[in-house]
């Protein structure tokens, strides 16, 4: 009988697997640690991006040294009356009024400004460095033509500018608080100061930026000139109106009227624009309905979203005129195109622990500007046949 073949193989030294394995779990581990290395020094870098372009603002990220001199002046200057010349304040000077505000508490001062000052919130605003600020406004456009490709180009039309100075003056607050408010720790002093006077601020511009006189004061849109000549007759700064239709009050064809006075502006200006009345008016205007049966005025369906008119965002500026016989109680157009506000960028605050003892008065101003830019952008409806 035969036997049967013998298969020979290469035995396995158990130690040799056992180093292989070893080795190899040593490099995974390697590579990993490489890899954690990698995300933990992107990560770094993303973090440190993060803290430059944040925004500093009080009481969130901001860098340490900001923070140190707003906490350097809110318990030096503005709790004890220490003078103490600080890198973000201009320094102490009797001309302009005191100190400079810290940019953080000046952000939050125009945050609050923005949103309970209605006209600020929809016009166009410009800081500036001085107060004698200028704009020019072109009032026609470059002549133009058409010619064959080989043709000799006439030389076309020069544009006309008109100069745009808005006026200004000096808006102040003088909020008040007791000394025992400034000693306790706990009393949060930057947010309070800042509130006050945005508070104080808004109150006086809104009405400056509807009806201010233009003497030491802005310019309101409803002072200048108004006429009913369409776009191009009416001469610049001319703003034009539209009759109610009614002598004493809105009329049995209001909503006519308010088409009317949507379609009197132009249709680069209705991108953006925006109704503008008090509340007094608003309340008649949400009682109107069309002859159908359905509301003018619809509730806006978002929260944040304003109500609508006709299609067009509703602001409420209690400065506007009630409805009466030869007002102007409602305003239509694109306000970022028809109204400038300049301002001097920095607030000032003066710390007065003198006039009205045992009260400390922070005295803030802040040189303010405004006026029609373009009467074009503007369109108002007047209470008459």
Do not use: C
Not at 167 to 189: H, K
């Amino acid at each position: 009988m035969e036997n049967s073949p013998t298969i020979m193989t290469n035995p396995v030294d158990p130690l040799d697997a056992s180093f292989d394995i070893v080795a190899r779990q040593d490099q995974a581990e390697a590579d990993i640690a490489g890899l954690r290395g990698d995300v933990d020094e992107v990560k770094a870098r993303l973090d440190k991006v993060a803290r430059a372009a944040s925004r500093p603002v009080m009481g969130g990220t901001a860098a340490a040294s900001d923070m140190t001199e707003v906490k350097s002046f809110v318990d030096g200057y503005l709790r004890r009356g220490r003078e103490t010349e600080l890198k973000s304040i201009s320094g102490i000077n009797p001309a302009d009024g005191g100190f400079a505000v810290p940019r953080q508490i000046d952000a939050v001062i125009a945050a609050e400004l923005v949103t309970i000052s209605p006209i600020r919130a929809i016009a166009q605003v410009v800081q500036t460095g001085s107060s004698g600020y200028r704009k020019l406004v072109t009032t026609s456009g470059i002549a133009s033509g058409w010619v064959s490709e080989a043709a000799a180009r006439p030389e076309t039309g020069t544009p006309k500018f008109a100069e745009i100075a808005p006026p200004s003056g000096d808006l102040y607050a003088n909020p008040a608080a007791s000394q025992g408010m400034l000693d306790d720790a706990a009393f949060d002093l930057e947010t309070w100061l800042a509130s006050e006077i945005a508070t104080e601020f808004a109150r006086a511009e809104g009405t400056a930026f509807v009806r201010g006189t233009g003497v030491n004061q802005p310019e309101g849109f409803l002072t200048g000139a108004k006429g009913t000549a369409d776009d191009g007759v009416r001469a610049f700064g001319t703003m034009q109106y539209i009759g109610s239709g009614s002598a004493t009050g809105l009329g049995s064809t209001f909503d006519s009227k308010l088409i009317d006075l949507i379609h009197a502006l132009k249709s680069g200006h209705r991108q953006g624009a925006v109704f503008v009345m008090n509340s007094t008016t608003l309340a008649s205007v949400r009682k109107l309905k069309t002859a159908d049966g359905a509301f003018l005025w619809q509730p806006g369906m978002v929260e944040g979203q304003p109500d609508r008119l006709l299609g067009y965002p509703v602001i409420e500026a209690e400065d506007m005129p009630d409805v009466a016989g030869g007002a102007f109680p409602i305003a239509f157009g694109n306000f970022r195109h028809g109204y400038l506000i300049a301002e001097r960028s920095a607030t000032q605050v003066l710390r007065d622990p003198f006039t009205n003892k045992p009260f400390v008065h922070f005295y803030a101003t802040k040189r303010i500007g405004g006026k029609v830019l373009d009467s074009n952008a503007i369109k108002l409806l007047k209470i008459e046949a």
